[in-house]
């Protein structure tokens, strides 16, 4: 079975504080991505990665950052967080050997006061 | 802008009936897929992915798909009360990227 894990389900940050939400997946995929969902707005991509060091941005990038340095491992950055950015925030991985299906993490419940 | 659209719910049904959702997608090219179920306060988990035209049967899940219409469904039969979720639909045109739907939240009622 893919495994995906998040480093927290829930987080409390202050407004301006550097926040970092690591994913690691056990399946070898190549591609990674990251997600934010928020009630009445559905799933949004924030960014996603289809190798190690390789990134792009998806449709809500602003205020956020990513790092791939291992091919298991990605990391969002909110380097100075808003109230804005509370959401639940949401990883996932998908192999480019299979038919694009994702395989999401628990996800992190993200407040930010 | 690859839009994909469901029924709106919030729909009800009562245990042992069929629960019928329903999803549309605007990109031709959309070659794979998938719904996801995402139980209140949870992530979305893949319970069916369908690639041809066609039925696809798993359990209790039906997946259905029309190209010609960019139509594709899922049918739950014998709903329980553990179906009560919402029910994402997602299309992928090839490019490692899906398209999410913004779901249909089904209350099965005892």
């Known amino acids: 079975d893919v495994k995906v894990t998040q480093s927290s389900r829930y987080l409390v940050k202050r407004t301006g504080e550097k926040v970092f939400l690591e994913c690691v997946q056990d399946?070898?995929?190549?591609?990674m991505f990251w997600y934010r969902q928020d009630p009445g707005l559905g799933l949004r991509l924030i960014y996603f990665?289809?190798?190690?060091?390789?990134?792009e941005k998806g449709d809500i990038p602003e205020g956020y950052s990513v790092s791939r340095e291992k091919k298991e491992r990605f990391s969002l950055i909110l380097e100075s967080a808003s109230t804005n950015q509370t959401s639940m925030y949401l990883c996932a991985s998908s192999s480019i050997a299979g038919s694009y299906e994702q395989y999401f993490g628990p996800g992190t419940r993200l407040t930010v006061t | 802008q690859k839009e994909v659209e469901q029924n709106s719910g919030p729909l009800s049904v009562p245990e042992g009936a069929i629960a019928s959702l329903n999803c549309t997608y605007s990109?031709?090219?959309?070659?794979?897929f998938f719904w996801y179920r995402q139980y209140s306060g949870k992530s979305p988990e893949l319970i069916m992915s369908?690639?041809?035209?066609g039925d696809k049967e798993d359990g209790r899940f039906t997946a259905q798909l029309n190209k010609a219409s960019q139509y594709v469904s899922l049918l739950i039969r014998d709903s329980q009360p553990s179906d009560s979720a919402t029910y994402l639909c997602a299309v992928s045109s090839n490019d490692y990227k899906l398209s999410f739907g913004a779901g249909t939240t089904v209350t099965v009622r005892a």
């Open positions: 399946m070898d995929h190549e591609n």
């Open positions: 990665s289809y190798d190690v060091k390789m990134k």
């Open positions: 369908i690639y041809s035209n």
């Open positions: 990109d031709r090219g959309s070659q794979s």
